[in-house]
Nanobody, 115 residues
Framework: QVQLVESGGGLVQPGGSLRLSCAASGIIFSMYRLKWYRQAPGKQRELVAVITTTGSTNYADSVKGRFTISRDNAKNTVLLQMNSLKPEDTAVYYC?????????WGQGTQVTVSS
């Protein structure tokens, strides 16, 4: 059974930092491209960051220079370090793993940026 479990969300003040973690089980983790998405209330889900199997990364323009995605294949974990958080970063954050025709999602973790 495949599981992706996110953690690390919470309430943080503007300018603060959070680190999201997504632990995977039931898949050959190193084979998968990993992504973080987010969905704010009333908005469509948007791609935030991607890391490929070779470690190449890409980011949405809105988070470039503030967020960093990384992976630890030994621990089957993908991380999203979020710095200089803004109120507009408030959303439910989801991790996603895809390879070939396989595509898996976590349940999401809430991030709220507010003073």
């Amino acid at each position: 059974q495949v599981q992706l479990v996110e953690s690390g969300g919470g309430l943080v003040q503007p300018g603060g930092s959070l680190r999201l973690s997504c632990a995977a089980s039931g898949i050959i983790f190193s084979m998968y491209r990993l992504k973080w998405y987010r969905q704010a209330p009333g908005k469509q889900r948007e791609l935030v960051a991607v890391i490929t199997t070779t470690g190449s990364t890409n980011y949405a323009d809105s988070v470039k220079g503030r967020f960093t995605i990384s992976r630890d294949n030994a621990k089957n974990t993908v991380l999203l370090q979020m710095n200089s958080l803004k109120p507009e970063d408030t959303a439910v954050y989801y991790c996603n793993a895809d390879w070939d025709l396989r595509d898996y999602w976590g349940q999401g973790t809430q991030v709220t940026v507010s003073s």
